[in-house]
């Protein structure tokens, strides 16, 4: 099917509207449509993913992409500006899409509720700058921004009292705006576009003819009538109504599926009617959910609370069910009839006694219930009807209707259980009357629970019910062990819990004591260390400058790999992986794929000239597959349809292979390990736990991560006619790794090959190797057809070939005395490296070396290996080991306070915290004066100690809610463990009209390093920032540069662009002294006309660094950064959902070169970091396939995960006279106080447990999902669970 601009973006030129996932999942896509409303005569204006809507649909609708509502070059959207000069864009991939939901709210709401802007983003990823700023700009649009901000006064919001502010009142808290608000441009309505007349004409006259589009595969056929509808449905019965194409789009996607006609009804007024009558609603089936939602609210409104149960709770529902954009194009009939077992509102519908209206030739009305959810045909619709509308009565008095659901984060994420529960009771008293339960995603459809039900009747609402209840709701909604999804005890706790909390919520009505408080969106505040007051007000040095591409990305006019125009011949290359997990590969049939039309070549290692990869990691397969999703071959094709469609022709016939190894554990087992074990000792460790009051083992075990980057892999080689000259567009950390490897592989000397990096949209440790291995595959490619390739993987091949961080599991043994004291720590673990070395040996070091965080204990032993699986190939990601070890080492402390009864801040900090200059275990001279800073000025900050005894307070007097807070240090070094990688060159030109070129060898990811290299030329040059310029990074221009990678970019590349700027000012100097009075351009023409070269090359030798694995000592950082993190949640213990309340972050960033981009990075990291331990869950088949490949199954935070409050400031003057400007590169350490946020998930799961007696296993699991919280709170229910499991 054809999508909107998707397909062919390259042909209309609009790339503003990116492509990230293809499932409506990510918001990346998301476009403005606009429609005459005949009901309302309005123009509604909506959101909407590209990526899922056929453009057949679009007919008679005007649509608006970023680039319709402003650019640079004329003028720019308010949204667009704000979201730009906040700091809310970094790598830019989401920010159209931001910006898309942003504008269309305000087409909708002029100044919308922070209610309505948190909904009109939900639906929109990021990953880069974890939300904080991106909702800063939105909210400057709202009725009453109450940002930081916002005040000029100068003080933080958080001054004026409540919350408890004491701590916050000192003037060193004083708030610097990172942006200045009355600098916006005013939102003004009357420049809106408006909509187009013509479209406006033809909504008025609607053409009642049916028009149809026919494509290469599909017949689109919209009917302007309800006759003509009916007619067409029943010469095509099989052919399915196209609604929001949120069902059937993805559907067909990943089952390749295709319907050869599909019926269009969205010019069928009769299917959006509404009506009202005195006992209930009818809503037209062809409603959005979005317009349901507002038809309820409408509802809600007007009528008593009695009458509206039903229509509540699936106004509760509709909150979260996916994002705006999805709701938006969903409909109410595509959502009924495809029967989802994980649907949200069916459940409700069921037991609210929805009806169906069904037409056809004549009407008839069926019941939405069981019958009809699991299709039995008695039940169901005849193929030749449709459904029309959906009658859903009011409720009435003494009836009680509630809606559950329990996912794995709060919004965007399907259910694993949802549920409609519905009471009558009779006449003023607690009988059941009537009782209907419905349950989703336990069964194949929506399951009722009729028996326990009618069982149930005539008993009171109380105890001896409940418990009842319980035991027939087991008994009846048993989940077979292959439920859809699995997590079957989890599951099954929820159906009991569930209907525990209905019984609460009813008790509570029946009492008249029903509060439930609504939760708003705190704000943040983000106290910064101010520039020197002598500091020349030019020298951008050390302020908040936005990013340099900030506007281009707010306006879709950013430029990324794949927005490179076609080049004339181009072919698009797809690749084929391995569906086994070991086996050999006994044949590879091409011949029917090199058949098909548009398909030019297939690519395998026999095309490769030179080298195909490393031995042990080749780029193409040979012989032999070790993981599934290992490449094997390439498709190469006049379009990617083409090539797409090739792929499903080749034949691999292969032959299993044993072992297989997927986990950790088989791992050892089998002895299959990458490289040796690493290990650092220190003291006598056997020795020391002789001699101690207690010893604890435990287990911890850390999953993998996703880097999900917004823009996936993608490389553009183009064949130059002569001299086998190479020029590749990459998206890569590495360009110069890119070069070489395409060198090795084609054959060909380095200097042929011109690596260029505009910008890449996010990397996070992601594309440091693998750019090179699909480079170096299209770059044969393009030698082999002598045309120019390009290669885009899809989000799903991304994650499905990729790799991603290493899961980690690790055991310790703790000895320590009975004051907290720590004397002994033995720590092994194991990183589960998948089938080739990659990063892992590094990553192995990095970890042991950094296990030790902020601790001194005199006798350790850190052993670290990494295991060989047969599971694609783990890299390096964001913290490089770190995140994942330094867990093992915090939960060794937590483990010890539990035992000696003390708080784990007090095991922390007084016992046994780096407290004077002092050696690590490698033997590295450091100061922690300012660790310990950060960790005091954390305490303070967050006013830790007076809300540790408001968690208890609450504690004691909540059952089923815990609260949890905690505060977490942190020491992370900086760099690579090599001098070599610390080097670094610059390349600076100044042209005759005195702009500067500079070039450096960092990459943009994001992170914001062109912004920083200009404010550094601009100090060194004595010369704003508006004369210079950087265009890209190339290896043409900066050669044999290092990765872009290890927190240490800014660093290096700062001095070698202060290197080169200084020679020039030194060749420049006796001319400006000659003429001081004369400006920039006088003194360069000048240098011009005296032969002085305006060209230089600036170099940096790097970091002293190095590590002796023999003696386990060395120097292997140049320095560290220190920080300190404080969390606070709220879990519930009966779903094991949780609420972020808080979090107060303390970085040392030394003398920022840019708070506003540090900031951004320390908040980034951190919401990353928060996803690694609360909700980002790999999952994978028996057979070592892959099963989270998208969005929807992989769980990345979305914008309802951040903090309620979320406070970041930099740790004022601290110095480093090391580093450029005495700056610290930030890029890495917030990821692991990330952790804080399961720190406190543990401690409220420990408040829970030791309220219910439940002894701790010091069996640590990361991250801490739902499923993990609620199976850690047991209580009668798991109990019930377990007790039934038995049982039967
Ligand atoms: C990213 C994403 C997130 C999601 N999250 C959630 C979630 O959190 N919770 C949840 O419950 N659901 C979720 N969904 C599912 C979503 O609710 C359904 O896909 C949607 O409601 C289907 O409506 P549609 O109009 O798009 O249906 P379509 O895809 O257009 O059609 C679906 C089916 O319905 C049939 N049909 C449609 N209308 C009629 C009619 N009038 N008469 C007869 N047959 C008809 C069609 O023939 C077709 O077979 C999500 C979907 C996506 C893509
Ligand atoms: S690309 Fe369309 S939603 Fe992700
Ligand atoms: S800025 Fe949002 S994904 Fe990079």
Redesign the pocket.
Known sequence: MWHLFLDHPLLVRLTGTKYACG???CGACTVMVSKHDPVSAKIRHFSITAC?VPICSLYGAAVTTVEGIGSINTRLHPVQERIARSHGTQCGFCTPGMVMSMYTLLRNHLQPSEEQLMEALGGNLCRCTGYRPILASGRTFCVESTGCQKKRTGKCCLDLGGNDSSSLSRESDICTDLFVEEEFQPLDPTQELIFPPELLRMAKNPEKQTLTFCGERVTWISPGTLKDLLELKAKHPEA???????????AMKSQGRVHPILLS?ARISE?SMVFKTSDGLTIG??CS?AQVKDILAEQVSELPEEKTQTYRALLK?LK????QQ?RN???????V??R?C????NPILVVGNATLNLISEGTRQIPLNDHFLAGLASAD?KPE????SVYIPHSQKWEFVSAFRQ?QCQQ????DV?AGMRVILEEATDTIKELSLSY?GVGESTIGAHKSCQQLIGRPWNEPMLEEACRLLLEEVSLPGWAPGGRVEFKRTLVVSFFFKFYLEVLQELKKLVKVSVSVLGNSCLPLQSVDSHQSLQDPVGRPIMHLSGLKHATGEAIFCDDIPMVDRELFMVLVTSTKAHAKIISIDLSEALELPGVVDVITAEDIPGTNGAEDDKLLAVDEVLCVGQIICAVVAETDVQAKRAIEKIKITYKDLEPIIFTINDAIKHNSFLCPEKKLEQGNIEEAFEKVDQIVEGEVHVGGQEHFYMETQRVIVIPKAEDKELDIYVSTQDPAHVQKTVSSTLNIPINRITCHVKRVGGGFGGKVGRPAVFGAIAAVGAIKTGRPIRLVLDREDDMLITGGRHPLFGKYKVGFMNNGRIKALDIECFINGGCTLDDSEQVTEFLILKLENAYKIRNLRFRGRACMTNLPSNTAFRGFGFPQGTLITESCITAVAAKCGLLPEEVRLEKNMYKTIDKTIYKQAFSPETLIRCWNECLDKSSFHSRRIQVEEFNKKNYWKKKGIAIIPMKFSVGFAATSYHQAAALVHIYTDGSVLVTHGGNELGQGIHTKMLQVASRELKLPMSYMHICETSTATVPNTIATAASIGSDVNGKAVQNACQILLKRLEPIIKKNPGGTWEDWIEAAFEQRISLSATGYFRGYKADMDWEKGEGDPFPYYVYGAACSEVEIDCLTGAHKKIRTDIIMDACCSLNPAIDIGQVEGSFIQGMGLYTTEELKYSPEGVLYSRG??EYKIPTITDVPEEFNVSLLPSSQTPLTIYSSKGLGESGMFLGSSVFFAITDAVAAACKERDIVEDFIVKSPATPEQVRMACADRFTEMVRNYCLLS
């Open positions: 499932r409506g999942g899922l399915p109504l196209i609604l929001g194409n949120t069902s059937l789009g993805p009804p299917l089936a062809g959910l529902h979260s069910l996916a994002g999805i194009m969903a409909s109410l009939g595509g959502h009839i495809s989802h994980y649907s949200d509102l619709l009807e449709i459904l029309e996912a965007n994420a399907l259910a949802s989703g969005p929807d």
